[in-house]
């Protein structure tokens, strides 16, 4: 887990606080032990994390569940954590990715309940009419305690190993200045280059990669 303030090249003023996360595996077993009990401790203590913290940004970077079809109890204990944190935190904006644990489809199906809990999944990459990717679609804006379009998230969940995805390791830096671009293009605001990289996997040999790369906003 990370906690990054980002700050301001000019005024080092902090804008916006994030907590990265990843990999929390609800529903996991340790050699037939249910850990339940241990994921219900863990997620009360980054809630009052969250709280005393004053966090704007919760990152949850893929593998949310242990396995693609989690149980009722795993998903309940899923859906209550978001409920209670963003009551708690009127502030709290919340982006979740997809893991190679978690099912791309199930993961994003419920949006538009989460939506109104400030929350946004991205678990397939959607492509438009003519093919290409919908980058609008995985660009989530993050907002400072204004009001204000603060950064720019690009979310990109676990691409799986496909003909499409398995790019020899020294294309994917070309990829991911490529998405960066097109984000600042596809864009009516004006943002640098400053960026952070928050990843989930890193495949050595292809490039199988879930990852959050924030471009900060000018002036």
């Not at 099912?103 to 678990?123: H, I, N």
Request: negative net charge; aromatic residues 12%; charged residues 20%.
């Amino acid at each position: 887990m990370l906690f990054l303030p980002l700050v301001s090249r000019d005024s080092y003023k902090i804008m916006i606080r994030i907590l990265h996360t990843a990999d929390w595996h609800l529903g996991q077993t340790f050699f037939g032990y249910d850990r339940t009990e241990e994921h219900g401790v863990f997620l009360n203590w980054l809630a009052e994390e969250i709280r005393q913290k004053e966090i704007d940004a919760l990152i949850i970077a893929g593998d949310v569940f242990d396995v693609s079809n989690p149980s009722a109890a795993s998903q309940s204990m899923y859906y209550q954590f978001i409920y209670r944190v963003t009551a708690e935190n009127p502030y709290l904006q919340i982006v979740i990715v997809a893991g190679n644990h978690d099912s791309a489809a199930r993961l994003e199906a419920p949006l538009p309940l989460l939506q109104a809990m400030r929350t946004e999944v991205r678990g397939v990459v959607r492509k438009l009419e003519g093919g290409e990717i919908d980058y609008d679609h995985l660009t989530v804006e993050l907002k400072n305690r204004k009001g204000e379009v603060e950064l720019l998230c690009m979310a990109v969940p676990f691409l799986h190993p496909t003909p499409a995805t398995t790019l020899p390791i020294c294309n994917t830096r070309i990829l991911f200045e490529l998405s960066l671009v097109s984000v600042d293009i596809h864009t009516p605001y004006s943002y640098s280059f400053s960026m952070s990289l928050l990843s989930h996997h890193f495949n050595s040999v292809y490039c199988s990669v879930s990852f959050m790369a924030f471009c900060f906003r000018r002036g």
